[in-house]
């Protein structure tokens, strides 16, 4: 979860402007017409979003066309987000509007495949098809219009990117908040089932894991001067004394474009971490540790980020080193300190799981109702097959014992009937054969 939460792409669009401010632009289109060649897959870190390849590849063929790179080169944020900037599509060459008519069919296809599968899964399930939720997958494009790449389309991108990657960290804290519920109610249906020796033992050790878990040095203000300078001394290796805001900028921009992302940020956080969560401590839960990295970042850009582009500039981060903030000597709280949910929310989350429960046994009684009478159905079609197999063996012996007798058949009394020459003519009724003597003999 915490990888989608680190995307590079920023705002949608933004990453690719700051991509070309040290880029020299040359636009001569008489000399040279651009080539829309291959793109090679999307260096830049996978945005979370369901349409993130689309996009990032929407975003590397528009940064190939001069004409496109110069404009975006001059927009503010604000023009990029109010879809100022789509209206510059009409210039773009055709030979890269023609790939981006060639993307946008393959992105059509790949989401008529996904909702087809969703479909009949949901059908499948027994389940109502929410039609209104399958179409979202749509908003990023115009879908009435499957063809071509058209000024609609950017704005569609650029507004839905914007949209979802802003509510990307809150739809994460909602995850990580069923995570603490789930785990505390899996824990207090294990205490019932328990006998009262056994459930004091697991009340202390739990008590006791929660103790341990919380006695760790003190955690510096994430962005503060004591956490950076931390880093510079136990990371970096240098004298704390000797501390520069500039250099430990420069020196923490890995990829050397001017800006903190939010995964060179939340790269300055782990010595911090360290210090509350170790993969091998029974009572240290690695997702409440990515949920604080998260939480840490959010602090340090709602501080620092001021232009909300979730990019932290060099000059930003100077002028956070100004503020009286930046001094800050109080120690962090952690998740354990500022639980997520309350005992009302977690009895509301409770009903709902053993609703859901109910629903599920339900179903299940249905469907065990259902495979009994198919049973049922099933064994009276065995007996049915059984009489009618029984039926024509019958029939298949009665045929094999009347070609036996054919030539011979039985009369009553069980004496065979008497051979009758072939040019004799029948006796009359109660007419009695006689002895006709042969002659010859006496």
């Given amino acids: 979860m915490r990888s989608k939460g680190s995307a590079q792409c920023g705002l949608v669009l933004l990453s690719l402007w700051l991509c070309i401010q040290s880029v020299p632009i040359s636009v001569d289109k ?30 590397e063929y528009l940064e190939k066309d001069p004409h496109f790179r110069e404009k975006l080169k001059n927009t503010n944020m604000d023009d990029i987000k109010q879809g100022k900037l789509s209206k510059e599509l009409d210039f773009v060459h055709h030979n890269f509007r023609t790939k981006l008519d060639e993307l946008k069919r393959e992105e059509m296809n790949r989401l008529r495949m996904l909702i087809k599968a969703k479909h009949d899964i949901q059908e499948g399930n027994g389940h109502a098809v929410d039609h209104q939720a399958l179409l979202k997958q749509f908003e990023h494009l115009n879908h009435m219009n499957p063809d071509t790449f058209e ?28 995570y ?26 739990y008590e006791e894991m929660k103790k341990k878990h919380a006695d760790h040095p003190k955690i510096n203000h994430p962005g ?14 240098l004298d704390p004394e000797d501390f520069d805001p500039k ?12 800006f903190f992302d939010e995964s060179e940020l939340e790269a300055l956080f782990t010595k911090e971490l360290e210090k509350v969560y170790n993969p091998e401590n029974e009572e240290d839960d690695m997702v ?6 998260l939480r840490m970042r959010e602090h340090v850009m709602n501080e620092v980020d001021t232009n909300k582009d979730r990019l932290v500039s060099l000059s930003e981060f100077m002028a956070a080193t100004k503020k009286e903030g930046f001094n800050d000597k109080d120690e962090w709280e952690t998740i354990d300190q ?18 859901e429960e109910s629903d599920i046994n339900e179903k299940s009684v249905e469907l065990q109702k ?58 009359p009724p109660g007419h009695q054969q006689q002895d006709v003597p042969v002659l010859g003999h006496s």
Avoid: C
């Fill in 247 to 258: 250099t430990f900028f420069k020196m923490h921009d890995s990829n050397g474009d001017g």
């Fill in 30 to 59: 008489a000399q040279k017409k651009p080539e829309a060649e291959e793109l090679e897959p999307p260096k830049s870190a996978d945005t979370g979003l369901h349409y993130d390849r689309y996009l990032r590849e929407v975003i």
């Fill in 370 to 427: 259902q495979r009994e009478d198919l049973e049922r159905k099933q064994e009276e079609l065995n007996a049915q097959k059984l009489g009618l197999k029984q039926a024509m063996e019958e029939m298949e012996r009665l045929k094999a014992d009347n070609a036996k007798t054919v030539g011979n058949p039985p009369v009553p009394g069980g004496e065979p009937a008497p051979v009758v020459p072939a040019n004799s003519q029948p006796l």
């Fill in 180 to 205: 603490e519920m789930m785990k505390e109610h899996e824990r207090r249906e294990r205490l019932k089932h328990m006998n009262e020796e056994d459930r004091k033992k697991e009340e202390q050790h």
């Fill in 288 to 293: 409440e540790m990515e949920e604080e990295r």
């Fill in 151 to 178: 000024v609609e389309d950017l704005d569609n991108l650029i507004q839905s990117a914007t949209k979802d990657l802003e509510n990307f960290d809150k739809d994460h804290h909602d995850e990580f908040k069923k």
């Fill in 224 to 237: 503060s001067e004591d956490q950076l300078k931390e880093v510079w001394q136990e990371a970096d290796g």
């Fill in 338 to 355: 500022n639980p997520f949910y309350t005992e009302e929310e977690l009895r509301e989350y409770e009903m709902q799981l053993a609703n």
